[in-house]
């Protein structure tokens, strides 16, 4: 159960994008009626899942009626081959159009890409029918990057992929909290970058499984922000949904936030989240 969007909020939730993992092909299609057809579904790469897991995962996306965006983590691929196989693959399988190039949580790359940039500059997207490029953001920064490179990357992959007639958008890394995410959008903008931002919320979700992710993920959970969002810090067998988050984000907005819209982490709740966000919608 949520309570209700406010209109600003329904208007925020239009366009939402979905995620799913290569273990999700059943779960998507339970859920493919509740989603509207043409729905960006991203395709995590995980490093507990293989290259045919995320292949086969996006082509039934692309079966079900819907956009697949098939994630590239630089640091897990172990040479040029692999990636351009993966790619191959992909378009052979899902002719997907877009794609999350992301650096990746391996402290040494266990190949030749070291970020996501390196991937962009491979040249090797446009070859396999990509149009646009999704790139990661961080309102709250992250713990194994300094904020000084962050920005310089964003700002680099702004270019590379403008040099070469590709479109952005940033993805952002979830967050329980509205405030660093208003700022930092407004920081994006000021360093120049008009990029459409998909600001990542969570689906409705175990508050244990959350609290644990946000934890592993560097997302701030404190007391104060968990009650904000609604995370009993006493009832952990409890679940919580981003309605609050969404109806505040969506009033803090203004025209310089420039395009923004949402991306929706399911954890493997993939119906939940889809059945959720059509209860909110209405
Ligand atoms: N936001 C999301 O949804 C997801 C985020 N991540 C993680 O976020 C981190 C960064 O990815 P991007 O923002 O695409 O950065 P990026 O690939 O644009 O890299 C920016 C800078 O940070 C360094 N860097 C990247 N990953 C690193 C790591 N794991 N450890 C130490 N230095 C690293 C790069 O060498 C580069 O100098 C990675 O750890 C990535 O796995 C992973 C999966 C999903
Ligand atoms: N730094 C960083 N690394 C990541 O890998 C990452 C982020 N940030 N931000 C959020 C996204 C979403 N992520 C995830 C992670 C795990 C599942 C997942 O479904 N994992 C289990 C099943 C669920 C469970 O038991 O908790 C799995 O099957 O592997 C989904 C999305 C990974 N992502």
């Known amino acids: ?161 403008k040099e070469q007639g590709l479109d952005g958008i940033i993805l952002t890394q979830f967050s329980f909290d509205t405030d660093p995410v208003t700022q930092w959008i407004s920081d994006v903008r000021n360093h120049g970058v008009d990029l459409t931002i998909r600001v990542g919320v969570p689906g409705p979700a175990g508050i244990k499984r959350l609290l644990n992710y946000a934890q592993r993920f560097g997302v701030a959970s404190s007391a104060g922000i968990a009650k904000k969002y609604g995370l009993s810090l006493t009832n952990l067998l409890g679940t919580a949904g981003p309605d609050r988050f969404i109806n505040d984000l969506a009033s803090e907005l203004t025209e310089a936030s420039g395009d923004v819209k949402l991306h929706f982490y399911t954890f493997g709740g993939l119906s939940a989240t889809a059945e959720w966000i059509q209860d909110f919608r209405r």
Request: charged share 25%; proline share 7%; glycine share 6%.
């Open 1 to 161: 159960m949520s309570t209700s969007a406010t209109p600003p909020a329904k208007k925020l939730v239009d366009d939402f994008s979905l995620e799913m993992t290569g273990k999700d092909v059943e779960a998507l299609e339970a859920a493919a009626h509740l989603i509207p057809q043409g729905t960006r579904i991203n395709v995590t790469f995980l490093g507990n899942e293989d290259l045919d897991m995320r292949t086969n995962a996006a082509a039934s996306v692309r079966r079900l009626g819907f956009d697949p965006v098939p994630h590239i983590s630089a640091r897990r691929i172990s040479s040029e081959s692999e990636l351009t196989d993966f790619l191959q693959a992909l378009k052979e399988a899902a002719a997907p159009t877009k794609v999350f190039a992301v650096g990746g949580d391996p402290e040494t790359p266990m190949g030749p890409y070291e970020d996501s940039l390196s991937l962009i500059e491979t040249g090797l997207f446009p070859q396999y029918g990509i149009t646009e490029v999704n790139i990661a953001g961080y309102p709250e920064g992250t713990p194994v990057i300094a904020d000084d490179v962050l920005w310089d990357h964003l700002q680099r992959k702004d270019r590379a992929l």
